[in-house]
């Protein structure tokens, strides 16, 4: 199944006090590319969230974003009071009585040690609960949005892929014509020169030359590897294909754009170099398509 690159989906839920919202957005990348973006709270989530989107998604620059509203007071820090009343008992040891009443309490609990903060540690546990669910959802929204978008692109490259072997098969019935019209306008071209002092054409010398000209201009090797491509480009189309085919069909086009390249430079002729030129057309619109492709 071919799915486009570009998608968007979103999912919210709450869990024990906590509100998340989800959304997911990917755009083209050739590779996997994975962006996540948490407020600080749940920051230690950032690794096994990459790796989950990574498990899920096979190709694009996917973007992750986690929004965390806590209903609760589980994010209030804990005062240390052991830690509290140990600096009291210092500082009113080395304090005049005169003062002793006056010391700034947001002094003392911005002191090390004095507030226990372990309401970001809550807030992970209880997100982690419900996470992966709603990432999931998120996830599926997305999937179904590059899925239609997959379908159009693969309507497109059927139709491009019809456009190559019809031309393939043009060019195919075009090389046997192509040696007997060479063979045609050598006998006339030798029979103007040779007539000019009086000789005549041998056949033999005649079938030399033509057998040269064929050897040169053969491209049955470079029509049957592009034959071949193009079967396999369509078992990649193949809408029951599972797995992600955008790599494939980026490296296969390369490799048809080699053979048409090849068959260009070998075939001394118009009527294939005209159709070459209409396959490359076709290779190079198959080649921007599967730069969208997952």
Do not use: W
Request: hydrophobic share 40%; charged share 30%; glycine share 6%.
């Amino acid at each position: 199944m071919i799915r486009s690159m570009t998608g968007f989906g979103a999912a919210a839920g709450t869990h024990e006090g906590l509100h998340l919202s989800i959304e997911v957005r990917s755009v083209n990348n050739r590779f996997f590319k994975g962006v996540i973006r948490l407020s600080s709270e749940l920051s230690t989530l950032e690794g096994e969230l990459e790796a989950k989107l990574a498990a899920k998604v096979a190709r694009g620059s996917v973007t992750l974003t986690v929004r965390a509203t806590d209903s609760t007071a589980r994010g209030a820090g804990r005062i240390n009071t052991e830690v509290l009343q140990s600096y009291l008992q210092q500082l009113e040891s080395v304090m005049p009585d005169s003062r002793k009443g006056l010391l700034d309490v947001s002094a003392l609990v911005s002191l090390p040690g004095v507030i226990i903060d372990d309401g970001s540690q809550k807030m992970c546990e209880t997100a982690r609960a419900c996470i992966d669910k709603l990432l999931d959802e998120a996830i599926a929204q997305m999937n179904e949005m590059r899925k239609s978008e997959g379908e159009a692109l693969r309507g497109l490259l059927v139709n491009l892929s019809a456009t190559l072997n019809d031309r393939l098969k043009e060019i195919s019935e075009r090389v046997p014509e192509v040696a007997n019209l060479y063979r045609e306008r050598l006998r006339t071209r030798m029979q103007t020169l040779l007539g000019e002092v009086g000789a005549a054409v041998r056949q033999e010398d005649l079938l030399r030359e033509v057998a040269a000209f064929a050897e040169r201009s053969d491209i049955a090797e470079e029509v049957h590897r592009l034959h071949g491509h193009l079967q396999q480009f369509a078992q990649l189309l193949d809408i029951k294909r599972p797995d992600a085919v955008g790599r494939a069909l980026d490296f296969l086009a390369q490799e048809m754009l080699r053979e048409a390249n090849t068959i260009a430079s070998k075939a001394s002729d118009y009527e294939i170099s005209k159709r070459v030129v209409e396959m490359k057309t076709a290779i190079d619109r198959i080649k921007e398509q599967a730069a969208n492709a997952e």
